[in-house]
């Protein structure tokens, strides 16, 4: 059978998504599937197709005009979607759906409380989303009143799969793509001949999500020294994708010195307990992530990527945010969820991980 799906948003919207890929995969050992993905997580989503777990890839992102649009989905009515699933819910993937005309649309629809009237809102509306889909799952993302403290969003994604196929309840568990071990040994090699050892080592990883909480370059400073107080301890700082002022002021603070030309590694010539990898692309942030035994990060991909990995991980949130970002939680035992204004004494965590 062929089966569409629909993720073209981030890299961790994707990783919590692939419990239902295997799902196809265990029902269907013959599924052809194709995934449309974006700019944010086309990455991760070619390690899938390189690995087999997916067959077609599109990025909807590279479609920019009305024209473009309409060869799309010509070249997508051509192939006769069984079943397809739209996992990040709006009109244009919608639009998409329908006039692919599968007997079989099934849909992710969050909900959000209106500020004017205090009722729910349905991204599709109930009437419109009984007559056109399959089956749904509707999820109160936006504006949780308590703490689930079952279900996480990959069980969603999960459920609308076990809906769609009739399947009994599954584990949720995220596909780890075979590749995994080949980035690990790559950047294993790289940390032998600095002499890193995994026990030792915390990645903390300062992407575009730290600036946009406004949270100063002392505030980090501070962090990362108070880690790195522990003499036993080897810090490893990476960036995200796009270059930020933070970024720039830390990098300057530290006085960096290139150590590895090809793998853009630098040591600070200010603590040389620290070193800063630059431009890494996912796959080899997958690699560095797999050789440390600690990640402090602010909710992102390299969240749902330490559940792949089952590295431990203090997984920094937004202030108030807490009972909207538990359902984002790792998939395993071993991490700490914490709001940034609680963020303090570092050395604890590694203590408790490490």
């Not at 992102?61 to 309409?70: G, H, R």
Request: charged share 25%.
């Amino acid at each position: 059978m062929n089966y569409l799906i629909l993720r073209n948003d981030g890299i961790g919207d994707l990783i919590v998504s692939t419990c239902g890929i295997n799902q196809l995969r265990e029902i269907d050992n013959k599924a052809h599937i194709t995934l449309i993905c974006s700019n944010r997580n086309k990455e991760y989503a070619k390690i899938l197709k390189k690995d087999g777990y997916i067959d077609l890839l599109y990025n909807l992102d590279d479609i920019n005009n009305f024209s473009e649009t309409l060869k799309f989905i010509s070249i997508l009515r051509k192939i006769y979607f069984e079943h397809i699933f739209i996992l990040k819910s709006d009109w244009k993937n919608l639009t998409i759906s329908l006039f692919c005309k599968s007997k079989n649309v099934h849909a992710i629809n969050p909900t959000k409380i209106s500020k004017l009237s205090n009722k729910i809102i349905y991204k599709y509306p109930l009437f419109l989303s009984n007559k056109i889909f399959k089956s749904t799952e509707i999820i109160n993302s936006i504006n949780i009143q308590g703490f689930d403290t079952k279900t996480k969003m990959g069980s969603h994604y999960r459920e609308l799969f076990n809906k769609a196929l009739n399947m009994k309840k599954t584990k949720l568990e995220y596909i780890k793509p075979n590749s995994v071990n080949k980035f690990e040994r790559q950047i294993k090699k790289i940390f032998t001949l600095l002499k890193i050892k995994k026990q030792n080592t915390v990645l903390f990883h300062i992407d575009e999500k730290w600036s946009d909480i406004n949270v100063s370059k002392n505030f980090i400073i501070n962090l990362l020294e108070e880690i790195t107080a522990n003499r036993k301890i080897n810090l490893i700082i990476t960036n995200g994708k796009y270059k930020t002022g933070l970024n720039s002021e830390i990098w300057n603070f530290y006085n960096l010195k290139k150590i590895n030309n090809k793998n853009y590694i630098y040591k600070s010539q200010k603590n040389k307990k620290i070193y800063f990898i630059k431009k890494n692309n996912i796959s080899e942030l997958i690699g560095i992530a797999s050789n440390v035994g600690l990640i402090f990060h602010i909710h992102g991909s390299l969240t749902h990527i330490s559940s792949i990995l089952q590295v431990p991980i203090v997984d920094v949130i937004r202030n108030h945010s807490s009972k909207y970002f538990y359902k984002w939680r790792p998939n395993f035992n071993e991490y700490t969820q914490i709001e940034i204004r609680n963020l303090k004494n570092p050395q604890k965590y590694i203590k408790k991980y490490l």
